[in-house]
T-cell receptor, first 115, second 114 residues
Framework: AQKITQTQPGMFVQEKEAVTLDCTYD???????LFWYKQPSSGEMIFLIY??????QNATEGRYSLNFQKARKSANLVISASQLGDSAMYFC????????????FGTGTRLLVSP | DTEVTQTPKHLVMGMTNKKSLKCEQH?????MYWYKQKAKKPPELMFV???????INESVPSRFSPECPNSSLLNLHLHALQPEDSALYLC?????????????FGPGTRLLVL
């Protein structure tokens, strides 16, 4: 079975600072994908970044980067230069890389960016 | 364009009503998903359609009936729901058959069952 753990229910950061959201996972699958999604209060799940289990380099997408440490089974999201619009719920998720598989989500971290 | 659309945005229904949720994507994706998200919880998978055929049903009660009329459309028919079925219903789609595929979500339908 796959499991995602997000231990930070809430995080606060000041505008323009960097913030790290933690995610650890557990799986026995050799091939899997790790994802981060942002969910504003409007409800839509917005895809941010993807990391494959066999990728050698950490993924980056603009201000988002994923600190992937396979041996420690962690996939932390780093947001650089935080903006007020980054205030939202952030979910870490994983999926097996075979067939049409479901996303398994963590419990989420609520990020609040203050001016 | 990674747009998935869902209608309606909000829905209030009684326990004896029949209603349908609609999801549409025009990205040529071959897999479509329904997730249910209760307040302050993460989304949970309900159904997966791949190539217009139901491939995963996560033991969802029969009062929820999915339908995939074509590769771009996904419906969720609702009948005799319970108040505990009130939730945000999210539709997603993905390309299908690729290792790095990503699920793209619609804005969701907020359902209230009275």
């Amino acid at each position: 079975a796959q499991k995602i753990t997000q231990t930070q229910p809430g995080m606060f950061v000041q505008e323009k600072e960097a913030v790290t959201l933690d995610c650890t996972y557990d799986t026995s699958d050799p091939s899997y994908g790790l994802f981060w999604y942002k969910q504003p209060s409007s409800g839509e799940m917005i895809f941010l970044i993807y990391q494959g289990s066999y990728d050698q380099q950490n993924a980056t997408e603009g201000r988002y980067s994923l600190n992937f440490q396979k041996a420690r089974k962690s996939a932390n999201l780093v947001i650089s230069a935080s903006q007020l619009g980054d205030s939202a719920m952030y979910f870490c998720a994983m999926r097996r890389n075979t067939g049409f598989q479901k996303l398994v989500f963590g419990t989420g971290t609520r990020l609040l960016v203050s001016p | 364009d990674t747009e998935v659309t869902q209608t309606p945005k909000h829905l209030v229904m009684g326990m004896t009503n029949k209603k349908s949720l609609k999801c549409e994507q025009h990205m040529g994706h071959r897999a479509m998903y329904w997730y249910k998200q209760k307040a302050k919880k993460p989304p949970e998978l309900m159904f997966v359609y791949s190539y217009e055929k139901l491939s995963i049903n996560e033991s969802v009660p029969s009062r929820f009936s999915p339908e995939c009329p074509n590769s771009s459309l996904l419906n969720l028919h609702l009948h005799a729901l319970q108040p505990e079925d009130s939730a945000l219903y999210l539709c997603a789609s993905s390309q299908g058959g690729t290792e790095k595929e990503t699920q793209y979500f619609g804005p969701g339908t907020r359902l209230l069952v009275l």
